[in-house]
Structures are given as structure tokens and as C-alpha cells.
């Protein structure tokens, strides 16, 4: 049983390596060479944190503070979590930083950088944040909250793509945030009675 379950383990890991192989090197594109090591960065969605923040605000005042407040800490949290909790207890080596993998890999940004690989971090708070914003924000988003996990894939996907991140680590990243966002969400909207933007009359465009 054992035995089996080593082999198991051999061939997820030798499928993760793989899969990152077609991603960081056959999916080459020059135009997402130049995008998407910007695209993972917090400063590049640093407009989109400041519509949403005044978009709030401007429709829902003192009840979009709470909103605002529980969206920091879903965040925070998840950070934690990732990087002093389950990184440090695997401890899986990033794949720029695996001298295996250096023959097939292409580096995207100028530094690989010295944590650990599992769990993605960018992928487990994107969407911890998108899984949160989807259940909260009710009637406001509607048909285009669903864009909020599209937006979590893309910079899961990017970190694939620059080389710092294996498929799996991303895979494993967008689970748990998921579970974070959800459970947030659910305090949210319990302590506050219900979903306090379900009857808004004001939706994003």
C-alpha cells in the first residue's frame, strides 16, 4: 500500500513538473512576456483596489466600512496562513530555485526570490478575495461577479508563467482561498443578518 501510494506522489509531481514545462515554456508568447510579470503585481491592480474601495463607499457608506474591513482581513488571514503555516510545513522549493528544472526553465521577472513554493500566495489571497467578493456583493455585481475568479485564474496562471510557481502550488493556492473566502463570507453575512448588498439599487455597469 505503501509502495503504491510512493508511486501516487511520483506521478503527481512528475505531471505538475510537466504541465509547468508547457506553461513557462511551450505557451510562450511575446505578449504576455511583456504583460503578465506586471500583471501578478499588486501595483498593477492598484486602480481596480481604488474603484472598488470609492465605489463603496460612494453607494453604501457606513455598511460598506464593514465590507471594507472584512475584505482586509480575508486577505491578511489568508496571507498569514500561506506563507507562515503551510509553506514552512512543506517547504517545496520554488521551480527557479530547483537546479532540475533550470535546463527547461524561462525566468520572467529579475529575481526568483528565496520562499517556498507551496501554496501560491498570489493564487490563495486573488481568490480568497474573489470567492468573498462573489458571495457578499449580492445584486451590485450580478452576472459580472464571475469576472472576479477570472481575474484570480489569470494571476495564478501568471505566476506559472514568469517561473516562480508550479501548477500545483496554484492548484492547491486557489482551493484554499476559495475555503477562505467562503468562510469569511459566511461570517459576513451571518453576523450582519444577511447579505447586506442583495438589495442594492446601485450595480456595477
Known amino acids: 500500500m ?3 501510494g510512493e508511486k501516487i506522489v511520483e506521478w503527481l509531481i512528475a505531471a505538475d513538473r510537466n504541465l509547468f514545462r508547457i506553461i513557462n515554456g511551450q505557451l510562450s508568447c511575446p505578449a504576455f512576456d511583456g504583460l503578465l510579470p506586471l500583471w501578478r503585481t499588486p501595483e498593477f ?25 472584512y475584505f482586509v482581513v480575508t486577505v491578511s488571514t489568508m496571507d498569514l496562513i500561506g506563507n507562515k503555516l503551510i509553506k514552512q510545513t512543506v517547504q517545496r522549493i520554488r521551480p527557479c530555485n530547483d537546479p532540475s528544472m ?28 474573489a470567492m468573498f467578493a462573489f458571495l457578499t456583493l449580492g445584486a451590485v455585481a450580478r452576472k459580472w461577479r464571475w469576472l472576479f475568479f477570472v481575474w484570480a485564474f489569470s494571476i495564478g496562471w501568471a505566476q506559472i508563467y514568469v517561473g516562480v510557481h508550479y501548477p500545483f502550488d496554484v492548484l492547491a493556492g486557489a482551493l484554499t482561498g476559495i475555503l477562505m473566502g467562503g468562510i469569511m463570507a459566511t461570517l459576513f453575512n451571518k453576523l450582519h443578518q444577511r447579505p447586506i448588498f442583495d438589495t442594492a439599487t446601485t450595480s456595477l455597469p
Not at 491592480?45 to 474591513?69: D, E, G, H, Q, S
Open 102 to 129: 533550470f535546463p527547461d526553465l524561462i525566468l520572467r521577472i529579475p529575481h526568483c526570490g528565496t520562499g517556498y513554493s507551496f501554496i501560491s500566495n498570489h493564487a490563495a489571497n486573488h481568490f480568497a478575495l
Open 2 to 4: 505503501a509502495e503504491w
Open 45 to 69: 491592480w492598484t486602480p481596480l483596489y481604488l474603484f472598488l474601495v470609492v465605489f463603496m463607499w460612494i453607494n453604501f457608506r457606513k455598511a460598506a466600512l464593514w465590507w471594507m474591513l
